[in-house]
């Protein structure tokens, strides 16, 4: 477990825990995260990770938890040994808008230059339904760019990167 003392007041208690995708809770949110994003595009252009894709080898699941609730998760797939792809991240209902999407974003970004990388990319919607997404993303600094490793051109998709400097071990 990491507490996020920056994030951390009276309030907050945040820890981020890299998690075996078995509390009721998180496959609670899992369910409701792919729920809400099957309306927004057709099938082929939901790339939203089900519960096997989150627990395939190449890919670090982390979850949000202010005390025993349940406020977010976010994880990293590994596309090449320097590059990374966040992927799956979703904030719970009592906990939007409270910097949760920022905290998981940095612990992954963060996870993300320990491991070496050199890119992290993400795809994720085109919709006007993205749109704190899309402004989140440019926040931390990730911009435009083509579609990467198997995804192809797709208008229900926006597709941004981010460039890494590596910051010591995994």
């Not at 808008?97 to 070496?116: C, D, F, M, T």
């Not at 749109?131 to 440019?138: D, E, G, N, T, W």
Request: aromatic content about 10%.
């Amino acid at each position: 477990m990491i507490p996020l003392a920056p994030f951390a007041t009276p309030e907050m208690n945040w820890q981020i825990r890299e998690d075996p995708l078995d509390s009721p809770a998180v496959l609670a949110l899992l369910r409701e995260h792919l729920d809400t994003l099957a309306p927004t595009a057709p099938a082929e252009s939901r790339h939203a990770l089900d519960l096997d894709g989150l627990r395939a080898p190449d890919v670090t699941f982390w979850s949000v938890w202010d005390g025993p609730d349940l406020a977010g998760f976010g994880a990293l797939k590994e596309l090449s040994p320097e590059h990374g792809e966040v992927k799956s991240m979703r904030t719970a209902r009592a906990y939007l808008r409270q910097g949760v999407a920022s905290a998981i974003l940095r612990h992954i970004i963060g996870k993300a230059r320990r491991r070496g990388y050199t890119r992290l990319s993400l795809e994720t919607g085109a919709m006007d339904f993205f749109a704190p997404a899309h402004q989140l993303y440019r926040s931390f600094g990730f911009t435009l760019c083509e579609p990467f490793g198997s995804y192809k051109p797709d208008p229900n998709s926006t597709f941004m990167t981010l460039t890494l400097k590596a910051s010591g071990a995994a």
